[in-house]
């Protein structure tokens, strides 16, 4: 079947401006995850949503930086006010189960550069 | 969350057994060992998970044992395709949080 999608691949943009990433989870998966990943390091976890219940935020890094989730689909990432230490391959994936016990399913990533 | 410690970068050969060790000193009573791959240009793969004693799957054993306080991911055999950053994660399941640390950097040369 089909397994995570991200949207768009690539994306530069100019310093200041507001992106919009998008990621189109696994069918059924309950659980969807963010995670940023700078040039040559590790994943930096963002945030993760449950069903229904309201995430915590708290790892998102700046108050530049939301996220929301319809019901169990899609979710979408917004930067406002980009700078350039937001360029980063950021990585969306889903799951079944719920938190780090669950297998994540990673999708290509969109890859923002931020000039 | 229990901090993890790996290595940064591990060197082997085809054909060689590979282990990778994890330190996690302060892992919680209810908290999971599991381990991810990442290929470059890819988004993290799972290897495989367990509690404690040994795992074993298709691709690699999990060795953990009795006080827990580090775990061993385990590759025979390895070939070049086996080239890519490991990382192993600790924590249980109503953690709101993820961490997956910086890995560790597995070259493989013929």
Redesign the interface.
């Known amino acids: 079947g089909a397994g ?1 999608s991200q949207s768009p691949s690539n994306k530069v943009t100019e310093k200041g401006k507001d992106v919009e990433l998008r990621c189109d989870p696994i069918s059924g998966h309950t659980a969807l ?1 963010w ?1 940023r990943q700078r040039l040559g ?5 963002l945030i ?1 949503f449950q069903g229904n219940s309201a995430p ?1 935020k ?2 998102l890094p700046s108050d530049r930086f939301s996220a929301e989730r319809t019901g169990e689909s899609v979710s979408t990432l917004t930067i406002q006010r980009t700078q350039q230490e937001d360029s980063a391959v950021y ?1 969306c ?1 889903s799951s079944l ?5 669950a ?7 969109t890859r923002l550069t931020v000039t | 969350l229990a901090k993890t410690t790996q290595p940064i970068s591990m060197d082997s050969y085809e054909g060689q057994e590979v282990n990778i060790t994890c330190s996690h000193n302060n892992i919680a009573t209810n908290d ?1 060992i ?1 381990w ?1 791959q990442q290929f470059p240009s ?5 290897i495989i ?1 367990g509690y404690k004693t040994k795992v074993t799957n298709e691709v690699a054993s999990l060795f953990i044992p009795a006080d827990r306080k580090s775990s061993t991911l385990s590759l025979p055999r390895v070939s070049l395709s086996d080239t890519a ?1 490991y ?1 192993c ?15 560790t950097r597995l070259s493989i040369r013929p």
């Open positions: 995570v995850y995670y390091q590790g994943l930096e976890f993760y915590d708290s790892g990585l994936a189960g719920r938190g780090v016990l297998e994540q399913y990673f999708g290509p990533g | 999971y599991t991810y890819q988004g993290p793969r799972f998970q950053v990382y994660l600790v924590g249980e399941i109503s953690a709101s949080k993820i961490i997956f640390g910086s890995g």
